[in-house]
């Protein structure tokens, strides 16, 4: 029986326990059902599940919505 490797996204590492890696999130691809995102047990709050870009981006429309109010 084979098992999979997974790359921890916090830390690019290989994680070959399959008891150390917990999925965080899954993307969604263009085209196809996307992947899942893995990292080792003790980087999974490290993991940024929101890209820093598009934070900002809303957090510049959340705050022009709440002075609008």
Same mark, same amino acid.
């Given at each position: 029986m084979s098992r999979a490797l997974h790359v921890c996204r916090a830390c690019d590492g290989l994680s070959t326990d399959p %008891?150390? &890696?917990v999925i965080v999130m899954h993307e969604l691809g263009n085209? &196809?059902?996307g992947w899942t995102v893995w990292a080792h047990r003790e980087? %999974?709050?490290d993991v940024e599940? +929101?890209?820093p870009v598009l934070l900002? +981006?809303?957090?510049?429309i959340w705050v022009a919505q709440a002075a609008a109010q």
């Open positions: %008891a150390d &890696g085209s &196809g059902p980087h %999974a709050d599940l +929101i890209d900002q +981006i809303m957090t510049r």
